[in-house]
């Protein structure tokens, strides 16, 4: 029997797929990007030598889609996603 402490860690681990508008796939791992400060930070690190795309990346004039091809608002970002 799994005690909630290791599932809740394991969960932690597990990863969120991210592709970007370039095509490159990312997986970070959910205790990073569970925030929309977290996620915001990641991106800003996979554009940084993206040239052309970092400047509008980091004054944040992107969306982020679900996989249903929906955008995710900051606001909501903590109770949508899920590894």
């Known amino acids: 029997m799994r005690s909630l402490k290791s599932a809740s860690i394991s ?3 597990l ?3 991210f592709k ?17 400060q977290g996620m915001q930070a990641l991106i800003n ?5 993206t040239e052309g795309l ?3 990346v980091k004054n944040h004039y992107y969306d982020l889609i679900s996989p ?3 955008i995710i608002l900051p606001t909501v970002w903590q109770i949508v996603i899920q590894p």
């Open 68 to 70: 249903h091809g929906e």
């Open 15 to 17: 990863p969120i797929s």
């Open 54 to 56: 970092y400047e509008q």
């Open 20 to 36: 970007d508008a370039v095509g490159r796939k990312f997986s970070f791992p959910f205790r990073l990007c569970r925030t929309w």
């Open 45 to 49: 690190q996979s554009f940084l030598h």
């Open 11 to 13: 969960e932690q681990e």
